[in-house]
C-alpha cells in the first residue's frame, strides 16, 4: 500500500491528543464471554443500509456488525488495514485492491472483490437513492449512475473493475491522496448476495462480516445483537453480546444506569454532569473526541440566502456566549468553537485555534448591529430547530436563545423548536423543511480535516444538509484532494475553511468531548475517536 502523507499527519496528531487525555477506563478484567450487556441507544433514521447511513445511531451498529477494507484504531484513529491485503497505486488516481483472504459473511457467504463493487454500485446509483451516494463521486463514472440532473444511463461505476475473486481496481477522475485511508467508513462495507436476492429480508434482520450479528429488532424498543462466534477478524468480541435499549430521553437512561437496569450509557446528559462523578466515580469517561456542535442555516430558503443574510448570521454568532454555556450547562465538556473543525487533528492536521476570529467572540453590541445591518431577523425572529431525546439539546438550545434574546433585548427574537426525536428530526431536515436555523452536530468519519469540510460545505455533498454551495470553496476542496504534498494539501483545506468563515455558512459553537458512565458489572470500558463505545471490547462479569 502507498500511505499517504497528510492522511498521517492527522492520525498522529489525534493519536499525540488521545494519548494525553486518555481512551479508556473500568479496568480489564477477564469478564465472562458469554455475557450480554444493555447500553443506551436511539432510532437509526433510515434502514441499516451501509449507504444509507450517516447518523451516529444507525453507524453504532453498522460499526459493530460490519468490517471494511480498512478499519480506524479504536484508539489513535488511524486508518489500518482490514479486509485489504494491499492497496497499490502510482498516481493517486488508479488503485489496485487485494482483498484479504479467508473472510465470510455471517450466513457462510464468502467476501470477495465482487461483494465490495457490488456494493459500491449500489450505494452510488441513483434510484437507490442512498444517502451516502456522494461518497462514491469520485470514481469515474458518477456522473452516468448519478447524475445532478435526469435519469442514470448506466447500472455500474466504469471506474470499478473486478480483476479477481480477490483483486479489484478503482479508477478515480482526480488524483484523491487519501481516498485509501476514506475506506474504513461504513458506506465502503462490503454486502452479501442476500442483500441483493431478498432485500427486503436483509432489511429486516441484516447480514454483516463484523463481530456481532442482529438477533432482533423492535423499532422504539430495542435492538439485540449477538456475538458471531465464527467471526474471522482479530477483534472478536469479548462479550456475549450487546442489547441496544431504545431511550427518548437521555436523562432516563442515566436513572436506569444508576438503578441497576443499564449497564452503560454513552452520552451523560449536561443535567447529571455535575453529579457523575460522586454517582460513577472511576466508572465515568470523559476524553477529547472528533466533534463538532453547529447551527446550519436552511439555504435553500431565499430569506437566508442573501448578502444581508450573511451579517445576520455573523450577528447570531456573536450574540453567543459559547463560554457562560459550555462553563455552566456542559460543566466545561465541551470547548467553544473557534474554527469548523476539531482540536484532535492537531495544528499539523490543520485544526486553526481563533480561525473565525471576533464572529466567535460574545459581542452582543456589535451582534445587534450587525444584524439590523443585514436587514434584521427573516421574519422578525430565528427557530432553532433540534431533537429532544438525546445529548441535553434542550438546555443548550434555551440557553443559546436566550444568549441572543439578551444580546437583541428582544425576549420574543429567538425561540426553540423540539422535535421528539432523532429520526423524526433527521426526516424533517433531509424533506428541506427547516425554515430557520438547526442543531447540526457533526462526528468525524475519518481523522482528516477534509472530512470536516467537504461533506458538510461542498455542493450538494451528502451531510449539506442547508445547501449551502460556493464555486470557491469548491475548487480549493478539489485542489487539495489532488495534492499530495501535506502541507500543501491541509493549506489548501484551511483556505477553503476560510471561504466557510467568510460567509458564516454555518455558526461554529463547541467541540464536544465523549462521555460514558457504566455499571459495576462492565471493564475495559472504552470510547474511540469518534465518541463511540469499542463495543467488542468490553468484558461483563
Not at 478499519?71 to 494491499?86: C, H, I, N, S
Not at 444511463?153 to 488524483?175: H, I, M, N, W
Amino acid at each position: 500500500m502507498r500511505i499517504t502523507t497528510h492522511a498521517r499527519w492527522a492520525v498522529c496528531a489525534m493519536a499525540l491528543a488521545l494519548a494525553t487525555a486518555g481512551c479508556g477506563g473500568g479496568g480489564g478484567g477477564s469478564g465472562d464471554s458469554e455475557a450480554v450487556l444493555s447500553a443506551s441507544w436511539g432510532d437509526p433514521q433510515n434502514p441499516l443500509e451501509p449507504s444509507n447511513t450517516n447518523e451516529v445511531q444507525g453507524g453504532k451498529v453498522l460499526d459493530m456488525i460490519f468490517r471494511g477494507l480498512k478499519r480506524y484504531d479504536p484508539e489513535t484513529g488511524e486508518a489500518q488495514d482490514m479486509l485489504a491485503e494491499k492497496i497499490e497505486t502510482s498516481d493517486s488516481q488508479n488503485f489496485a485492491i487485494t482483498v484479504k483472504d479467508g473472510w465470510t459473511f455471517s450466513n457462510g457467504e464468502k467476501v470477495t472483490a465482487q461483494s465490495f463493487v457490488d456494493a459500491w454500485n449500489y450505494g452510488a446509483s441513483l434510484r437507490n437513492n442512498q444517502r451516502n451516494a456522494y461518497f462514491f463521486g469520485y470514481i469515474e463514472g458518477y456522473d452516468q449512475v448519478h447524475p445532478e440532473e435526469g435519469e442514470q444511463t448506466a447500472d455500474t461505476l466504469s471506474g470499478l473493475k473486478v480483476t479477481g475473486e480477490r483483486t479489484f481496481t478503482v479508477k478515480l477522475t482526480q488524483k484523491f491522496s487519501t481516498f485509501p485511508d476514506t475506506l474504513g467508513y461504513n458506506a465502503f462495507a462490503p454486502l452479501p448476495r442476500a442483500f441483493f436476492d431478498d432485500h427486503d429480508a436483509w432489511v429486516k434482520k441484516p447480514v454483516g462480516n463484523g463481530p456481532y450479528l442482529v438477533e432482533s429488532y423492535t423499532r422504539g424498543s430495542q435492538m439485540s445483537l449477538r456475538k458471531w462466534d465464527d467471526y474471522p477478524g482479530d477483534d472478536k468480541a469479548e462479550n456475549g453480546g450487546v442489547d441496544l435499549k431504545v431511550y427518548t430521553d437521555n436523562n432516563t437512561a442515566y436513572t436506569d444506569l444508576l438503578a441497576g437496569n443499564l449497564d452503560l450509557v454513552d452520552d451523560v446528559p449536561a443535567a447529571q454532569l455535575k453529579n457523575v462523578k460522586n454517582d460513577l466515580g472511576d466508572r465515568y469517561l470523559n476524553t477529547p473526541a472528533g466533534i463538532i456542535q453547529t447551527l446550519a442555516f436552511p439555504f435553500y430558503d431565499p430569506a437566508w440566502n442573501t448578502e444581508g443574510a450573511k451579517k445576520v448570521r455573523q450577528g447570531l454568532s456573536m450574540a453567543i456566549d459559547r463560554k457562560q454555556i459550555t462553563d455552566t450547562i456542559f460543566q466545561k465538556t465541551r470547548t467553544p468553537a473557534t474554527d469548523w473543525t476539531s482540536p484532535v487533528l492537531g495544528e499539523d492536521g490543520g485544526f486553526q485555534d481563533g480561525l473565525c476570529g471576533e464572529f466567535c467572540e460574545f459581542k452582543p453590541d456589535e451582534a445587534k448591529k450587525l444584524i439590523e445591518e443585514g436587514g434584521g431577523l427573516p421574519g422578525g425572529k430565528v427557530t432553532i430547530t433540534f431533537n429532544a431525546d438525546t445529548g441535553s439539546h434542550r438546555e443548550w438550545v434555551n440557553a443559546v436563545c436566550n444568549s441572543i434574546n439578551n444580546a437583541l433585548d428582544n425576549e420574543r427574537a429567538c425561540t426553540a423548536n423540539p422535535v421528539g426525536t432523532f429520526a423524526d428530526f433527521r426526516n424533517q431536515i433531509t424533506d428541506r423543511k427547516m425554515t430557520g436555523p438547526f442543531r447540526a452536530g457533526w462526528q468525524m468519519d475519518y481523522p482528516l480535516i477534509q472530512n470536516f469540510l467537504q461533506p458538510l460545505y461542498y455542493t450538494n455533498a451528502s451531510s449539506n444538509d442547508g445547501k449551502w454551495s460556493n464555486k470557491q470553496f469548491d475548487d480549493l476542496v478539489n485542489q487539495a484532494n489532488q495534492e499530495t504534498d501535506t502541507a500543501k494539501a491541509i493549506d489548501l483545506f484551511q483556505q477553503a475553511e476560510e471561504v466557510v468563515r467568510d460567509n458564516m455558512a454555518a455558526i461554529p459553537l463547541w467541540y464536544q468531548n465523549g462521555s460514558a458512565g457504566w455499571s459495576d458489572r462492565l471493564s475495559n470500558v472504552k470510547l474511540n475517536p469518534f465518541s463511540v463505545p469499542v463495543y467488542n471490547e468490553i468484558k461483563v462479569s
